[in-house]
């Protein structure tokens, strides 16, 4: 089955710091790779998505590329702000051989990342 | 849009009693999840629809779990019998099945069975 590998929190870092959490998967088919944000008291949002080997995601000054040879997923920022703190989760879902996603996602257990003035 | 939305927030039961949560999806959007999310962990699938169609169920959702969604708008989900075990964060998500199928969620609702 599909599973998803975290790397283990909490992180904590100074304002500015370059930041890096690693995902690794494991998935039959096509998957498709996603990292969502949970902010403080707020529901789980979507903060970057690829769809394919290669494709790199970004948003809000995270990247993240697909590495189909080395199954993983990497999340990155050059300068995290106090506002980056929260809690970061890696998922895939399969997806066919069209490119469509489909089905329910599989999450990693989260890292913890807290960043200090 | 206005997003997808739950209620309750927040649900405070005994042990045995029966809960029923309710899950709006953005509109149009044909396709529903249900996850639990517990302390610490990340959100574990639970069942999914398209449209009034339950198309998968894990083996999480026990025969004290069910889910519905008539007419293939709102959802509920139903926890007969709860049980402390039950105690967690109830998630829903919702996606078009156009287009990348990206899913977004609700603010969960929060279940605490005493």
């Known amino acids: 089955g599909n599973s998803v590998t975290q790397m283990e929190g909490p992180v904590t870092l100074s304002e500015e710091a370059f930041l890096t959490i690693n995902c690794t998967y494991t998935?039959?088919?096509?998957?498709?790779l996603f990292w969502y944000v949970q902010y403080p008291g707020e529901g789980l949002q979507l903060l970057l998505k690829?769809?394919?080997?290669?494709d790199k995601g970004s948003n809000k000054g995270f990247e993240a590329t697909y590495r189909k040879e080395t199954t993983s997923f990497h999340l990155e920022k050059g300068s995290v702000q106090v506002s980056d703190s929260a809690v970061y989760f890696c998922?895939?879902?399969?997806?066919?051989?069209?490119?469509?996603?489909?089905?329910?996602?599989?999450f990693g257990q989260g890292t913890i990342l807290t960043v200090h003035p | 849009d206005t997003g997808v939305s739950q209620n309750p927030r927040h649900k405070i039961t005994k042990r045995g009693q029966n809960v029923t949560f309710r899950c709006d999806p953005i509109?149009?959007?044909?396709?529903l999840y249900w996850y639990r999310q517990t302390l610490g962990q990340g959100p574990e699938f639970l069942t999914y629809?398209?449209?009034?169609?339950?198309?998968?169920k894990s083996r999480l959702l026990s025969d004290r779990f069910s889910a519905e969604r008539p007419k293939g708008s709102f959802s509920t989900l139903e926890i007969q019998r709860t049980e402390q075990g039950d105690s967690a964060m109830y998630l829903c998500?919702?996606?078009?099945?156009?287009?990348?199928?990206?899913?977004?969620f609700g603010p969960g609702t929060r279940l605490t069975v005493l």
């Open positions: 509109s149009e959007h044909n396709r």
């Open positions: 998500a919702s996606s078009s099945r156009t287009g990348t199928d990206t899913q977004y």
């Open positions: 998922a895939l879902t399969d997806t066919n051989a069209g490119g469509t996603s489909y089905g329910k996602l599989t």
């Open positions: 690829a769809t394919k080997a290669d």
């Open positions: 629809f398209q449209n009034e169609a339950q198309l998968e």
């Open positions: 998935a039959t088919g096509y998957p498709s």
